[in-house]
């Protein structure tokens, strides 16, 4: 290693500089007497992986309890999961959801108000969360295992006694009205939102949050929401680390067992059919436009989920190693990044996605680059090496779902919820190793509808026009104050 001085004015600058010889530059490896590489010989077992389910047991008012016991830090985790989503808003609250979960947080408990409780939790060092989802109401909390006692009876009053704080609602909504206020900043949320509200017109997942929904709500709305769903028999818990299962037992009991009101059950409305065959125009004066293609996918019970994985893999999915990416980004550079997506709906058909950002004048080639690549999925079978490539990446990042237990353990408590096959973890590589090249261009052929797909823009209205003729269709504006 030398170092080469090198003087500006004003400047120094000291570079390493390491020299090589060719011999260095050049591959090395061990040959057989064949004329083969030794590592293109060598033979691996299977990797044998099993999944390690956790414990499953009932506490005496009827909640489910999944336990993992992981004693490699003296740390406890527990998940309380109520089926209580935005699905279940009443019509005209959208945001009553979110903003319920943020005043169960921070709205008191029990025999602490709102800044008691924020100190307990401090005191206590836990990591606390409520978030909400489509379909659930999710509270996490983590904390050293010697205070674990004391954290779950802070969860439990969370859980079962809420205050609803009028202070700390006003302080949430504010937060909700400030989140919609700067939603025009992001493009690529705007085209999300307009993409959830197109899929599923006249369902609570098309719905928004704006500035008069929010600020139509009140203490009482959240509280006859909360009544109304948050019981027992919709609930869920998941508790793993250093402790036993009778420990466990022990501290869930004394803190959620005694937990008895009768709520009503979740129900989710069933989709309508939409025809969304038209182009969406946002107008928003950028220099790059937001490209997003859309349809409903599939759900959970369809078998095809398996193939579609490994053809979205190929498509879109699989990074640098896409068809999107080579054609859009690599062979042509009109975007950074290109992305397809197939969300597999857990009770209801998911959305696919396709999209990027490009520059405006480049819309609409972009645009047909993409409808090409998928009709070529349709028209084409893929190669043998891009079937093996989706397969062998697919399988091998499949592991890391389970390197954390509680991660793992919430993952089965999620698919029980939602009714997923038993065997779906146990048999999820075996089955995308058995997707076939036939099986790819059948279900490319079956879902994959280019000229059937919503196409939304969110950019320059005045420059999208040369774009806009060339692609023809039906073309509606949305101003962005209607998203707000």
Not at 196 to 218: C, Q
Not at 326 to 335: F, I, K, M, Q, T
Request: with cysteine; hydrophobic share 40%.
């Amino acid at each position: 290693m030398r170092s080469l001085r090198i003087i500006l004015p004003g400047v120094v600058l000291f570079v390493a500089v390491t020299i090589f010889s060719l011999s260095c530059s050049l591959p090395v490896y061990a040959v057989t007497d064949s004329g083969d590489r030794v590592v293109d010989t060598l033979k691996f077992a299977p990797l044998d992986f099993k999944i390690q389910y956790p414990q499953k047991f009932k506490l005496s008012n009827g909640i489910q309890v999944y336990f993992k016991q992981d004693s490699e830090l003296p740390l406890v985790d527990v998940t309380v999961a109520v089926a209580a989503g935005k699905v279940s808003v009443p019509n005209k609250k959208t945001g009553l959801s979110q903003l319920l979960a943020m005043s169960l947080r921070s709205g008191g408990a029990g025999k602490w108000d709102a800044d008691q409780l924020d100190q307990r939790l401090d005191d206590l060092a836990a990591g606390v969360r409520v978030s909400s989802s489509a379909y659930t109401t999710d509270f996490h909390m983590s904390l050293l295992s010697e205070d674990a006692n004391s954290g779950l009876e802070v969860l439990a009053a969370m859980v079962q006694k809420p205050r609803f704080s009028p202070k700390r609602f006003a302080i949430a909504r504010q937060q909700v009205l400030e989140s919609i206020r700067r939603r025009g900043d992001s493009p690529a949320s705007i085209a999300r939102l307009l993409m959830m509200n197109r899929l599923y017109a006249g369902h609570p997942l098309a719905d928004f949050t704006t500035k008069h929904s929010v600020e139509s709500l009140t203490v009482a709305d959240l509280q006859r929401q909360y009544e109304r769903y948050f019981g027992p028999a919709n609930a869920r818990i998941v508790i793993s680390g250093a402790l036993t299962k009778a420990q466990a037992s022990s501290l869930l009991e004394q803190s959620f067992g005694s937990w008895k009101v009768t709520v009503d059950s979740q129900v989710v409305p069933k989709l309508s059919n939409n025809n969304y065959t038209e182009t969406v125009v946002v107008d928003r004066p950028v220099p790059q436009t937001t490209v997003l293609m859309t349809q409903l996918g599939i759900e959970k019970s369809n078998p095809d989920l398996y193939a579609i994985q490994v053809m979205n893999y190929i498509l879109g999915g699989g990074g640098f190693s896409s068809r999107l990416m080579r054609e859009v980004r690599s062979n042509r550079g009109l975007a950074y990044s290109v992305y397809s997506y197939f969300s597999v709906g857990r009770r209801l058909r998911g959305p696919f996605l396709a999209g990027c950002e490009t520059k405006n004048s480049s819309v609409a080639e972009v645009v047909e680059l993409m409808r090409t690549q998928i009709k070529k999925m349709r028209n084409t079978p893929v190669t043998r090496q891009e079937l093996q490539q989706a397969q062998s990446s697919l399988i091998n990042s499949f592991i890391f779902a389970f390197s954390d237990s509680h991660a793992l353990s919430t993952r089965i408590m999620e698919q029980e919820m939602y009714g997923y096959p038993e065997d779906y973890l146990e048999h999820y590589r075996q089955r995308i190793s058995e997707v076939t090249i036939a099986d790819v261009q059948r279900v490319a052929t079956k879902y994959m509808q280019p000229q059937r797909q919503l196409l939304i823009l969110v950019g320059d209205k005045h420059q999208l026009q040369p774009a806009l003729q060339q692609l023809g269709g039906d073309v509606e504006e949305v101003k962005l104050e209607s998203l707000l």
